[in-house]
Protein backbone atom coordinates (compact mmCIF):
# COMPACT_ATOMS: atom_id res chain seq x y z
CA UNK A 1 0.00 0.00 0.00
CA UNK A 2 1.27 3.78 -0.73
CA UNK A 3 2.00 5.46 2.14
CA UNK A 4 -0.35 8.46 0.48
CA UNK A 5 -3.15 6.63 1.49
CA UNK A 6 -2.45 6.70 5.19
CA UNK A 7 -1.30 10.35 4.81
CA UNK A 8 -4.41 11.45 3.70
CA UNK A 9 -5.91 9.36 6.90
CA UNK A 10 -3.52 10.78 9.81
CA UNK A 11 -3.50 14.63 8.62
CA UNK A 12 -6.69 14.56 9.49
CA UNK A 13 -6.18 13.49 13.29
CA UNK A 14 -3.62 17.02 13.31
CA UNK A 15 -7.18 18.92 13.37
CA UNK A 16 -8.38 16.82 16.62
CA UNK A 17 -5.31 16.24 18.95
CA UNK A 18 -1.83 17.26 19.19
CA UNK A 19 -0.68 13.84 19.84
CA UNK A 20 2.15 12.84 16.50
CA UNK A 21 0.41 10.44 15.01
CA UNK A 22 1.97 7.93 12.46
CA UNK A 23 2.41 4.56 10.33
CA UNK A 24 5.27 2.43 10.11
CA UNK A 25 5.80 -0.63 8.01
CA UNK A 26 6.66 -3.86 8.42
CA UNK A 27 10.44 -2.99 8.45
CA UNK A 28 10.30 -0.11 11.04
CA UNK A 29 9.54 2.74 8.51
CA UNK A 30 7.74 5.69 8.97
CA UNK A 31 6.11 5.92 5.77
CA UNK A 32 2.80 8.62 7.27
CA UNK A 33 3.25 11.09 10.35
CA UNK A 34 1.27 14.20 11.23
CA UNK A 35 5.04 15.32 12.24
CA UNK A 36 6.05 15.17 8.43
CA UNK A 37 9.94 15.35 9.18
CA UNK A 38 9.27 12.27 11.34
CA UNK A 39 8.40 10.52 7.86
CA UNK A 40 11.29 7.85 6.74
CA UNK A 41 12.47 7.84 9.94
CA UNK A 42 13.57 3.65 10.88
CA UNK A 43 12.75 1.72 13.62
CA UNK A 44 13.74 -1.55 12.77
CA UNK A 45 14.29 -2.95 16.50
CA UNK A 46 10.89 -1.84 17.34
CA UNK A 47 9.36 -4.87 14.97
CA UNK A 48 9.99 -7.56 16.90
CA UNK A 49 8.23 -6.36 19.96
CA UNK A 50 5.29 -4.81 18.58
CA UNK A 51 4.43 -8.55 16.91
CA UNK A 52 5.30 -9.91 19.97
CA UNK A 53 2.48 -7.98 21.36
CA UNK A 54 -0.06 -9.53 18.94
CA UNK A 55 -2.48 -6.68 17.92
CA UNK A 56 -2.48 -5.07 21.48
CA UNK A 57 -1.35 -1.77 22.23
CA UNK A 58 2.36 -1.65 23.97
CA UNK A 59 4.57 1.09 24.70
CA UNK A 60 8.06 1.82 23.67
CA UNK A 61 11.28 4.13 23.46
CA UNK A 62 8.10 7.38 24.67
CA UNK A 63 5.56 6.15 22.11
CA UNK A 64 2.57 3.50 21.99
CA UNK A 65 1.98 1.12 18.96
CA UNK A 66 -0.84 -1.23 17.60
CA UNK A 67 -0.63 -3.52 14.64
CA UNK A 68 -3.04 -3.15 11.92
CA UNK A 69 -4.93 -6.03 10.98
CA UNK A 70 -2.87 -8.53 8.14
CA UNK A 71 -3.06 -11.90 6.74
CA UNK A 72 0.09 -13.10 8.71
CA UNK A 73 1.38 -13.22 12.29
CA UNK A 74 3.70 -10.69 11.10
CA UNK A 75 2.27 -7.27 10.79
CA UNK A 76 2.15 -5.35 7.61
CA UNK A 77 1.75 -1.99 9.53
CA UNK A 78 1.29 -0.58 12.68
CA UNK A 79 0.19 2.57 14.12
CA UNK A 80 1.95 4.27 16.42
CA UNK A 81 1.34 7.81 18.90
CA UNK A 82 4.07 9.75 20.62
CA UNK A 83 4.17 9.41 24.21
CA UNK A 84 3.09 6.31 27.10
CA UNK A 85 0.62 8.05 28.52
CA UNK A 86 -3.38 6.91 28.37
CA UNK A 87 -4.06 9.79 26.32
CA UNK A 88 -1.31 8.22 23.96
CA UNK A 89 -2.95 4.84 23.79
CA UNK A 90 -6.25 6.06 23.42
CA UNK A 91 -5.36 7.96 20.30
CA UNK A 92 -3.24 5.26 18.91
CA UNK A 93 -6.31 2.88 19.36
CA UNK A 94 -8.71 5.33 18.00
CA UNK A 95 -5.96 5.69 14.42
CA UNK A 96 -5.62 2.53 14.19
CA UNK A 97 -9.20 1.93 13.92
CA UNK A 98 -9.29 4.46 10.76
CA UNK A 99 -6.24 3.02 9.40
CA UNK A 100 -7.68 -0.62 9.46
CA UNK A 101 -10.62 0.99 7.61
CA UNK A 102 -9.02 2.11 4.75
CA UNK A 103 -6.63 -0.49 4.55
CA UNK A 104 -9.15 -3.04 4.15
CA UNK A 105 -11.03 -0.57 1.72
CA UNK A 106 -7.58 -0.30 -0.32
CA UNK A 107 -6.97 -4.19 -0.28
CA UNK A 108 -10.78 -4.82 -1.64
CA UNK A 109 -10.36 -2.32 -4.33
CA UNK A 110 -6.70 -2.83 -5.13
CA UNK A 111 -5.34 -5.53 -3.68
CA UNK A 112 -4.33 -8.48 -6.18
CA UNK A 113 -5.24 -11.39 -3.82
CA UNK A 114 -8.29 -9.50 -2.63
CA UNK A 115 -9.24 -9.71 -6.45
CA UNK A 116 -8.43 -13.26 -7.15
CA UNK A 117 -10.50 -14.31 -3.72
CA UNK A 118 -13.40 -12.19 -5.11
CA UNK A 119 -13.02 -13.77 -8.50
CA UNK A 120 -13.15 -17.32 -7.13
CA UNK A 121 -15.98 -16.98 -4.51
CA UNK A 122 -18.19 -15.21 -7.59
CA UNK A 123 -18.08 -11.91 -5.62
CA UNK A 124 -17.57 -9.98 -9.31
CA UNK A 125 -19.03 -9.72 -12.06
CA UNK A 126 -17.61 -11.18 -15.16
CA UNK A 127 -17.42 -7.98 -16.73
CA UNK A 128 -15.48 -6.36 -13.94
CA UNK A 129 -13.14 -8.81 -13.95
CA UNK A 130 -11.53 -7.84 -17.17
CA UNK A 131 -11.59 -3.81 -15.93
CA UNK A 132 -9.90 -5.02 -12.62
CA UNK A 133 -7.40 -6.74 -13.80
CA UNK A 134 -5.82 -4.39 -16.25
CA UNK A 135 -6.33 -1.53 -13.08
CA UNK A 136 -4.28 -3.90 -11.39
CA UNK A 137 -2.14 -5.25 -14.29
CA UNK A 138 -2.78 -8.94 -13.69
CA UNK A 139 -2.43 -10.46 -17.01
CA UNK A 140 -6.21 -12.63 -17.76
CA UNK A 141 -5.50 -14.56 -20.22
CA UNK A 142 -2.73 -16.59 -18.13
CA UNK A 143 -2.76 -20.91 -17.58
CA UNK A 144 -3.68 -21.51 -13.79
CA UNK A 145 -3.56 -24.49 -11.67
CA UNK A 146 -6.37 -23.83 -9.01
CA UNK A 147 -5.44 -26.44 -5.74
CA UNK A 148 -7.34 -26.81 -2.73
CA UNK A 149 -5.66 -27.97 0.78
CA UNK A 150 -7.53 -29.17 3.20
CA UNK A 151 -6.42 -30.40 6.07
CA UNK A 152 -6.77 -35.02 6.63
CA UNK A 153 -7.60 -34.95 10.12
CA UNK A 154 -9.00 -32.69 13.30
CA UNK A 155 -6.11 -33.54 15.54
CA UNK A 156 -3.50 -31.83 13.24
CA UNK A 157 -3.01 -28.59 13.14
CA UNK A 158 -4.87 -26.25 10.69
CA UNK A 159 -2.57 -25.70 7.62
CA UNK A 160 -1.39 -22.19 7.40
CA UNK A 161 -1.18 -19.61 4.57
CA UNK A 162 2.13 -18.97 5.31
CA UNK A 163 3.52 -22.77 5.34
CA UNK A 164 1.99 -22.72 1.87
CA UNK A 165 3.58 -19.30 0.92
CA UNK A 166 7.04 -20.93 1.97
CA UNK A 167 6.92 -23.65 -0.66
CA UNK A 168 5.32 -21.16 -3.76
CA UNK A 169 6.87 -17.97 -2.35
CA UNK A 170 6.81 -15.80 -5.41
CA UNK A 171 3.62 -13.05 -5.19
CA UNK A 172 3.99 -13.03 -9.11
CA UNK A 173 3.17 -16.39 -10.18
CA UNK A 174 1.00 -17.70 -6.95
CA UNK A 175 -1.81 -16.36 -5.00
CA UNK A 176 -2.31 -18.26 -1.88
CA UNK A 177 -5.82 -17.55 -0.07
CA UNK A 178 -7.39 -18.77 3.01
CA UNK A 179 -11.09 -19.30 2.45
CA UNK A 180 -13.24 -20.59 5.26
CA UNK A 181 -12.31 -22.74 8.39
CA UNK A 182 -10.96 -25.71 6.46
CA UNK A 183 -9.31 -24.91 3.08
CA UNK A 184 -6.13 -23.09 1.63
CA UNK A 185 -6.57 -22.42 -2.09
CA UNK A 186 -3.22 -21.94 -4.06
CA UNK A 187 -3.74 -20.69 -7.78
CA UNK A 188 -0.52 -21.09 -9.36
CA UNK A 189 0.84 -19.92 -12.82
CA UNK A 190 1.78 -22.66 -15.24
CA UNK A 191 3.60 -22.84 -18.56
CA UNK A 192 1.81 -22.43 -21.82
CA UNK A 193 1.93 -26.22 -22.38
CA UNK A 194 1.18 -27.31 -19.10
CA UNK A 195 -1.16 -30.77 -18.60
CA UNK A 196 -2.26 -33.11 -15.96
CA UNK A 197 1.43 -34.13 -14.98
CA UNK A 198 2.41 -30.66 -14.22
CA UNK A 199 -0.73 -30.21 -11.91
CA UNK A 200 0.02 -33.75 -10.03
CA UNK A 201 3.73 -32.84 -9.51
CA UNK A 202 3.05 -29.32 -8.04
CA UNK A 203 0.13 -30.77 -6.08
CA UNK A 204 2.41 -33.53 -5.25
CA UNK A 205 5.30 -30.88 -4.12
CA UNK A 206 2.65 -29.29 -1.56
CA UNK A 207 1.97 -32.10 -0.14
CA UNK A 208 5.57 -32.99 0.71
CA UNK A 209 6.22 -29.62 1.84
CA UNK A 210 3.33 -29.60 4.00
CA UNK A 211 4.42 -33.44 5.68
CA UNK A 212 5.31 -33.24 9.52
CA UNK A 213 7.05 -35.95 10.64
CA UNK A 214 7.10 -37.78 7.31
CA UNK A 215 3.08 -37.71 7.71
CA UNK A 216 1.39 -36.24 5.62
CA UNK A 217 -0.90 -34.06 6.90
CA UNK A 218 -3.65 -32.49 3.95
CA UNK A 219 -5.36 -33.95 1.14
CA UNK A 220 -5.26 -31.50 -2.39
CA UNK A 221 -7.89 -31.21 -4.60
CA UNK A 222 -6.92 -30.13 -8.35
CA UNK A 223 -9.43 -28.04 -10.56
CA UNK A 224 -9.00 -27.89 -14.95
CA UNK A 225 -6.47 -25.45 -15.79
CA UNK A 226 -7.82 -22.29 -15.83
CA UNK A 227 -6.93 -20.76 -19.26
CA UNK A 228 -8.54 -17.43 -18.31
CA UNK A 229 -9.01 -15.21 -14.63
CA UNK A 230 -13.21 -16.32 -15.50
CA UNK A 231 -12.09 -19.82 -15.40
CA UNK A 232 -10.78 -19.78 -11.23
CA UNK A 233 -14.23 -19.80 -9.66
CA UNK A 234 -15.45 -22.68 -11.79
CA UNK A 235 -11.89 -24.57 -11.25
CA UNK A 236 -12.09 -23.81 -7.63
CA UNK A 237 -15.22 -25.75 -7.34
CA UNK A 238 -13.98 -28.53 -9.28
CA UNK A 239 -11.05 -28.86 -6.99
CA UNK A 240 -13.38 -28.66 -3.69
CA UNK A 241 -15.23 -31.70 -5.41
CA UNK A 242 -12.39 -33.83 -5.65
CA UNK A 243 -11.68 -33.64 -2.43
CA UNK A 244 -15.06 -34.83 -1.42
CA UNK A 245 -15.44 -37.30 -3.84
CA UNK A 246 -12.29 -38.28 -3.13
CA UNK A 247 -13.43 -38.78 0.53
CA UNK A 248 -16.12 -41.22 -0.09
CA UNK A 249 -14.62 -43.20 -3.15
CA UNK A 250 -10.53 -42.69 -2.75
CA UNK A 251 -9.91 -42.38 0.95
CA UNK A 252 -6.47 -43.72 0.46
CA UNK A 253 -5.16 -40.92 -1.71
CA UNK A 254 -4.15 -37.67 -0.31
CA UNK A 255 -3.68 -35.81 -4.00
CA UNK A 256 -6.95 -36.22 -5.77
CA UNK A 257 -7.71 -34.64 -9.41
CA UNK A 258 -10.90 -33.57 -10.71
CA UNK A 259 -10.30 -35.14 -14.23
CA UNK A 260 -9.54 -38.36 -12.41
CA UNK A 261 -12.98 -38.70 -10.60
CA UNK A 262 -14.34 -41.15 -13.34
CA UNK A 263 -18.07 -42.93 -12.24
CA UNK A 264 -17.60 -41.63 -8.49
CA UNK A 265 -18.27 -37.59 -9.63
CA UNK A 266 -21.50 -39.33 -11.57
CA UNK A 267 -22.37 -41.24 -8.55
CA UNK A 268 -21.38 -38.32 -6.18
CA UNK A 269 -23.83 -35.77 -8.31
CA UNK A 270 -26.93 -38.14 -8.33
CA UNK A 271 -30.23 -37.78 -6.05
CA UNK A 272 -29.94 -40.31 -3.19
CA UNK A 273 -33.47 -41.43 -3.86
CA UNK A 274 -32.79 -42.54 -7.52
CA UNK A 275 -29.58 -44.04 -5.41
CA UNK A 276 -31.26 -45.97 -3.19
CA UNK A 277 -33.97 -47.52 -5.77
CA UNK A 278 -30.86 -48.75 -7.81
CA UNK A 279 -29.72 -50.60 -4.60
CA UNK A 280 -33.30 -51.68 -4.74
CA UNK A 281 -33.51 -53.13 -8.24
CA UNK A 282 -30.00 -54.75 -7.96
CA UNK A 283 -30.50 -56.56 -5.00
CA UNK A 284 -33.70 -57.92 -5.50
CA UNK A 285 -32.74 -61.21 -3.44
CA UNK A 286 -31.18 -60.29 -0.52
CA UNK A 287 -29.33 -56.36 0.30
CA UNK A 288 -26.22 -55.56 0.21
CA UNK A 289 -25.63 -55.93 4.02
CA UNK A 290 -26.51 -59.65 3.84
CA UNK A 291 -23.10 -60.11 2.66
CA UNK A 292 -20.00 -60.33 5.21
CA UNK A 293 -16.61 -58.51 5.69
CA UNK A 294 -15.00 -61.49 4.16
CA UNK A 295 -17.41 -61.87 1.06
CA UNK A 296 -16.49 -58.18 0.50
CA UNK A 297 -12.85 -58.38 1.05
CA UNK A 298 -12.87 -61.19 -1.53
CA UNK A 299 -14.95 -59.43 -3.99
CA UNK A 300 -12.74 -56.25 -4.00
CA UNK A 301 -9.76 -58.51 -4.72
CA UNK A 302 -11.46 -60.07 -7.70
CA UNK A 303 -11.84 -56.69 -8.76
CA UNK A 304 -8.78 -55.67 -7.99
CA UNK A 305 -7.23 -58.32 -10.09
CA UNK A 306 -9.01 -57.72 -13.37
CA UNK A 307 -11.98 -60.83 -12.73
CA UNK A 308 -8.61 -63.40 -13.17
CA UNK A 309 -9.49 -66.52 -11.08
CA UNK A 310 -6.11 -67.89 -10.69
CA UNK A 311 -4.61 -64.24 -9.55
CA UNK A 312 -7.02 -63.56 -7.44
CA UNK A 313 -7.02 -66.97 -5.95
CA UNK A 314 -3.40 -66.39 -5.69
CA UNK A 315 -3.40 -63.43 -4.09
CA UNK A 316 -6.01 -64.69 -1.23
CA UNK A 317 -3.75 -67.84 -0.62
CA UNK A 318 -6.49 -69.92 -1.46
CA UNK A 319 -7.30 -72.68 -4.08
CA UNK A 320 -8.75 -71.43 -7.72
CA UNK A 321 -11.73 -74.39 -6.38
CA UNK A 322 -12.37 -72.02 -3.13
CA UNK A 323 -12.39 -69.27 -4.64
CA UNK A 324 -15.18 -70.39 -6.99
CA UNK A 325 -16.99 -71.41 -4.37
CA UNK A 326 -17.26 -68.54 -2.82
CA UNK A 327 -18.01 -66.52 -6.06
CA UNK A 328 -20.83 -69.15 -6.53
CA UNK A 329 -22.44 -68.48 -2.92
CA UNK A 330 -22.61 -64.73 -3.74
CA UNK A 331 -24.07 -65.97 -7.04
CA UNK A 332 -26.77 -67.48 -4.59
CA UNK A 333 -27.03 -64.73 -2.67
CA UNK A 334 -27.18 -61.41 -5.29
CA UNK A 335 -28.14 -63.13 -8.05
CA UNK A 336 -25.38 -61.48 -9.55
CA UNK A 337 -22.14 -64.14 -11.48
CA UNK A 338 -19.23 -61.48 -10.78
CA UNK A 339 -17.37 -63.38 -13.67
CA UNK A 340 -19.53 -62.04 -16.38
CA UNK A 341 -18.81 -58.69 -17.13
CA UNK A 342 -21.96 -56.60 -17.24
CA UNK A 343 -22.68 -58.33 -13.47
CA UNK A 344 -19.40 -57.72 -12.35
CA UNK A 345 -20.14 -54.23 -13.66
CA UNK A 346 -23.12 -53.59 -12.09
CA UNK A 347 -21.75 -55.01 -8.99
CA UNK A 348 -18.70 -52.73 -9.08
CA UNK A 349 -21.52 -49.53 -9.59
CA UNK A 350 -23.62 -50.89 -6.67
CA UNK A 351 -20.58 -51.09 -4.14
CA UNK A 352 -19.72 -47.05 -4.84
CA UNK A 353 -23.54 -46.18 -4.57
CA UNK A 354 -23.62 -47.97 -1.19
CA UNK A 355 -20.48 -46.11 -0.22
CA UNK A 356 -21.67 -42.92 -1.08
CA UNK A 357 -24.94 -43.67 0.47
CA UNK A 358 -23.09 -44.09 3.72
CA UNK A 359 -21.19 -40.82 3.42
CA UNK A 360 -24.97 -39.18 3.26
CA UNK A 361 -25.61 -41.33 6.53
CA UNK A 362 -28.42 -43.10 4.35
CA UNK A 363 -28.56 -47.01 5.21
CA UNK A 364 -29.61 -48.55 2.10
Not at 136 to 163: M, N, P, Y
Not at 298 to 317: D, G, W
Not at 339 to 354: E, G, H, S
Amino acid sequence: MSGRIFQNIVLQFKETTDTVIGVIDSEGTVIACTDLPEIGCKWPHLVRPINGAEGECIALEGKTFKALSGWSGQFDFAAFAFGEDEMSRVACAMASVALNTTKSYYEEKYDKTSFVKSIISDNILISDIYIRAKELHVDAELSRGVFVIRKTDDKVESVTVEAVQSIFPDRQTSFVLSMGETDIVLIHQLSDTAGAPELEKIALQLEEGLRVNGESVAVIGIGTIAAHLRDLAKSYKEAQMAIEVGKVFDTEKVVINYENLGIGRLIYQLPTTLCEMFLQEVFKKNPIDALDRETLFTINKFFENNLVLSETARKLFVHRNTLVYRLEKIKKLTGLDLRQFDDAITFKVALMVKKYLSSRGIEA
